[in-house]
């Protein structure tokens, strides 16, 4: 059974920094890219930052130069150092694992919520 968790959300001052972690369990195969979506209330999730095996990197404009996504192949594991953060930042955090066997299956973590607020 694949599980994907995220753990590492919280409340955050402006300008302050979270790191946020996740684990993928239970998958067979490597996934080719994994990486952090988030969504607020009345919008469509949309991408942070994803990383493939080969570490191609992909960032929202509205994160770059303030994220920084890592990403551990042998464990399946990715991490999110969010600095500067911003209230816009504030949303939930889901994690994606994506795998690239007979067409592509994404699995996603239950989310993790961040807010950025004094």
């Known amino acids: 059974q694949v599980q994907v968790v995220e753990s590492g959300g919280g409340l955050v001052q402006p300008g302050g920094s979270l790191r946020l972690s996740c684990a993928a369990s239970?998958?067979?195969?490597?996934?080719?890219?994994m990486g952090w979506y988030r969504q607020t209330p009345g919008k469509e999730r949309e991408l942070v930052a994803t990383?493939?095996?080969?570490?191609?990197?992909k960032y929202a404009d509205s994160v770059k130069g303030r994220f920084t996504i890592s990403r551990d192949n042998a464990k399946n594991t990715v991490s999110l150092q969010m600095n500067s953060l911003k209230p816009e930042d504030t949303a939930v955090y889901y994690c994606?694992?994506?795998?690239?066997?007979?067409?592509?299956?994404?699995?996603w973590g239950q989310g993790t919520q961040v807010t950025v607020s004094y």
């Open positions: 994606n694992a994506q795998i690239l066997q007979g067409g592509t299956t994404n699995y």
């Open positions: 239970g998958i067979i195969f490597r996934p080719y890219v």
């Open positions: 990383m493939t095996t080969f570490t191609t990197t």
